[in-house]
Every structure is written in structure tokens, then in C-alpha cells.
């Protein structure tokens, strides 16, 4: 946390950083995740053009896909650092962090202290804010599940063979799905060049934003939008990133 006298504007939207007097404190929060999101919406776009060339492979889907995993991480880490500071702080906004949303932060703190995975913090997550955890065969925990284990196989690639893989068995399914598609639909493809398809990324993106906006949706905003403990990260409900 940063305290200091009323700081300058900055000009830089890209740094997302709201500093704001509060009871006389000036917390500053950043939504890094937010900013990632919009890097993997970008990437995704990106994939898009791309996919107008001849025997495309769109290797921006990739990119899409490993930036939206990471957003969907950081969101959760950064939902326990809001609530954290904003308590320590002498800010009013403290008396609209609820119970279980102060207990949520204690519980992903010590979740990321023993350095347990992304899956199982939005599973504990959704339990403390709502009673009842995601269900794990149903959207949006199934595809989100998904993108991390893509995230995962792409991040510390090896050799395999068969069709156990696990990357080739989720590209499969995506295949299935219609969202990725091989070029050649006769030639025996590898599951990372079946990624490489423009509807991965668009995939990847939604599937972060669904299960991000859950999240928020089992604390929502009080009554006064100045004192929303997660103001910064309700950037993810804007009604433009529906958009593709």
C-alpha cells in the first residue's frame, strides 16, 4: 500500500492505477488482471486478421490463451490484496467488506502461501463468498478448468505421444465443439497446431470473463459505488467486453 498527499493525474489508461482519499488514506490499488485481460482480447483480435491469410496458423490464439489464464490468476491474488489493504487502511469503504468477503481474502492468502493451484482457489473462493462451491462438471468451472490445463500443457510443453495427452484431449474437445478447427480436417494434426485456430482465443476470453464475473457476482457492490471494496475489478463487468 502507497500513502502519500493527493497525487497528479496520470495520463497512462494502460496503467490502471486509482488513487483515491479515503478517511484521510490514500490506498493505491492496480487491476493488473484487468489490463492482462485486455492484452488476451487484443491477441485474440489479432488471431482474427490473421486467420484471413491462406493456411493460417494463428499463432496469436496461443497468445490469447496464456494471457487469459494469467488475468483469471491474477484477479483472484488481487481480490485478497483490495480487501487486505482497504482493511488495514483508515478508509470508510472497510465497513462495506462484508464477512465472507474479509474471510475469502485470509483464506486465497493462505491458499497462495502453500501455493495451491488457480482451480482450487476459485473453488474455495465460491464456497466462503456464497456457500456452495462452482460445479465442477458445469460452465463456468468446466471450460475455466480447461483453459488453465491448455495454459498449463502449452507452459511446460514436452514431448508426448498418443491420445492421452491431456492437450490433445481438451483440443479435441474444442474441436468437437467448433471452436478450434485444424486446417486440413483429413491430416492428422497435432493438439498445439489445433489451438492455432481464431476461435481459441475469442474462447479463451470468454471463458475468463464468465468465471471472473461469478466471482464478483457472489459479493456484489453496495449501494454507494465509492465504497465498493472491489470497485477497481468490477472493470470486468463492462458491457464492451462482450463484445468480440
Not at 31 to 56: C, G, M, Q, T, V
Not at 103 to 117: G, P
Not at 175 to 202: C, M, N, Q, Y
Not at 228 to 237: G, I, V
Request: net charge positive.
Amino acid at each position: 500500500m502507497m500513502c502519500g498527499p493527493e497525487p497528479r493525474a496520470r495520463g497512462s489508461f494502460l496503467k490502471r492505477a486509482v488513487r483515491k482519499r479515503i478517511g484521510g488514506h490514500m490506498p493505491t490499488l492496480h487491476a493488473h488482471s484487468y489490463e492482462l485481460f485486455l492484452i488476451a482480447r487484443k491477441a485474440a483480435k489479432a488471431a482474427r486478421e490473421d486467420s484471413k491469410r491462406p493456411n493460417a496458423l494463428t499463432t496469436g490464439s496461443l497468445n490469447a490463451l496464456v494471457i487469459a489464464a494469467a488475468a483469471v490468476e491474477a484477479f483472484l491474488n488481487e481480490l485478497a490484496h483490495h480487501v487486505e489493504v482497504i482493511r488495514a487502511s483508515a478508509s470508510s469503504a472497510r465497513e462495506a467488506i462484508s464477512p465472507q468477503l474479509a474471510t475469502c481474502s485470509s483464506v486465497l492468502q493462505d491458499l497462495e502461501d502453500s501455493r495451491a493451484s488457480v482451480k482450487s482457489k476459485y473453488l474455495m473462493a465460491s464456497l466462503v463468498l456464497s456457500g456452495r462451491s462452482f460445479e465442477k462438471g458445469q460452465d463456468p468451472f468446466q471450460d475455466f478448468a480447461k483453459l488453465i490445463d491448455l495454459r498449463n500443457e502449452i507452459m511446460h510443453a514436452k514431448p508426448v505421444t498418443g491420445d492421452e495427452h491431456r492437450g490433445t484431449k481438451i483440443a479435441t474437445a474444442l474441436e468437437r465443439r467448433g471452436v478450434a478447427k485444424r486446417l486440413f480436417p483429413d491430416v492428422s494434426t497435432d493438439w498445439f497446431h489445433i489451438l492455432e485456430s481464431p476461435g481459441v482465443g475469442a474462447w479463451a476470453c470468454k471463458t475468463a470473463l464468465r468465471i471472473i464475473r461469478a466471482t464478483l457476482a457472489f459479493s456484489p457492490a453496495p449501494p454507494e459505488p465509492g465504497l465498493d471494496p472491489l470497485k477497481m475489478l468490477r472493470q470486468f463487468d463492462r458491457p464492451f467486453l462482450d463484445r468480440p
